[in-house]
């Protein structure tokens, strides 16, 4: 069942490798809530799976605004075609993009590829003061191999923090474009608890996972797909583990053992990371969650890498803050966190070798 702390509820799957909820229903049920003459904004890498697709179709048909936003490498053939007529044969690992995509601007959506030269990182939608975020990419594998959570929060700061973020990325302010020295990211509070969105590059989120970290006084938990030595998170976990904080990590196999990866930085101080994913039918450990002292979860679709926060796209959510001293807020964020950690010991458990 997902986890639901009155205004927020946190999905944890795919159901199909043993995650308590589907990550394809929410994202459904949250296409679906749109009425006729609402505006539905989706920021997505991309969409290959059919059931998505239909579903902005289906509410296109019945009047609802779309306006959709993916990742332009998902529709380009891997290489120049040798002629002509090669141009327009169907084909490709990519081509069942391609053919949704064709089938959401038939319906009159307003369909627009992204306009970084880097990577159009972002998974969240937003409907009126709601928004859907998570690191679940909207695609088949996304929904059904990988390891992801996605996240829904009715408030109406978060949603205009994201709203905000979406008129830029029409705008075509991309990565290193949209870099507002002025801009500073604003905190809600979501049914008592400290929520705060932050979008990279514009507001850094490795530096504020490295001040949450900074933070920790017993304990920090992650799961993470890729994780690179040239982020800085890495040195924050080393100088939590150094003061006596319990590090405990979860790393992508196939990423891990990559040779820029954090993973011997992290395991050389002594701190235990698991790897997991790639067998028994199971894709990626594509998560990017964090727990800090059952009080704090960081969700979102940011890589702990220097890229991500200097020139991709992406957003991330911190939920909590381990100096909250109202009770009914603390009670609230520890729920949270506890099902992150919860579900970070079952991807090591089940998975990890």
């Known amino acids: 069942m997902p986890i639901t702390t009155g205004d927020m509820t946190v999905h944890y799957g795919p159901q199909e490798h043993g995650g308590a909820d589907s990550l394809l229903a929410p994202i459904i049920a949250f296409i679906d809530r749109a009425k006729r003459r609402q505006n539905l904004m989706i920021a997505v890498q991309e969409i290959d799976n059919q059931e998505i697709a239909e579903a902005i179709i289906r509410v296109r048909l019945r009047g609802v605004n779309i306006d959709l936003v993916v990742e332009q490498s998902y529709l380009l053939a891997k290489s120049k075609p040798k002629s002509l007529e090669g141009a327009f044969d169907a084909g490709g690992s990519h081509e069942i993009n391609r053919t949704l995509f064709s089938a959401i601007l038939r319906s009159t959506a307003d369909v627009k590829v992204d306009f970084n030269p880097d990577i159009f990182h972002q998974k969240f939608m937003i409907l009126g003061n709601s928004v859907l975020t998570g690191s679940t990419n909207f695609t088949t594998t996304g929904v059904t191999k990988n390891l992801n959570h996605v996240v829904v929060i009715n408030d109406a700061e978060v949603a205009n923090a994201y709203k905000k973020e979406f008129a830029e990325i029409r705008a075509g302010r991309f990565g290193r474009n949209s870099l507002d020295p002025s801009e500073v990211p604003k905190e809600a509070r979501v049914s008592g608890m400290r929520v705060k969105p932050l979008f990279a590059p514009d507001h850094s989120p490795e530096m504020e996972i490295m001040k949450q970290i900074l933070k920790a006084r017993t304990r920090v938990d992650f799961a993470a797909f890729t994780f690179a030595q040239s982020s800085g998170i ?41 790897v997991a994913g790639g067998r028994a039918g199971l894709g990626k450990v594509h998560h990017k969650l964090m727990t800090i002292d059952d009080q704090v979860a960081i969700f979102g679709s940011f890589n702990y890498t220097k890229p991500a926060n200097k020139s991709n796209d992406e957003n991330i959510i911190v939920v909590g803050d381990v ?11 520890e729920q949270v966190a506890l099902a992150a950690r919860k579900e970070i010991t079952r991807i090591a458990d089940d998975f990890g070798s």
Not at 238 to 264: F, T
Not at 325 to 330: G, K, P, T
């Open 323 to 333: 100096s909250e001293s109202d009770a009914a807020a603390r009670g609230l964020q």
């Open 234 to 274: 890495d040195d924050a976990l080393v100088a939590a583990h150094d003061r006596g904080v319990k590090v405990l990590g979860v790393l992508d196999r196939q990423q891990a053992n990559q040779k820029w990866a954090a993973k011997s930085t992290l395991q050389n101080a002594g701190i235990t990371v698991t």
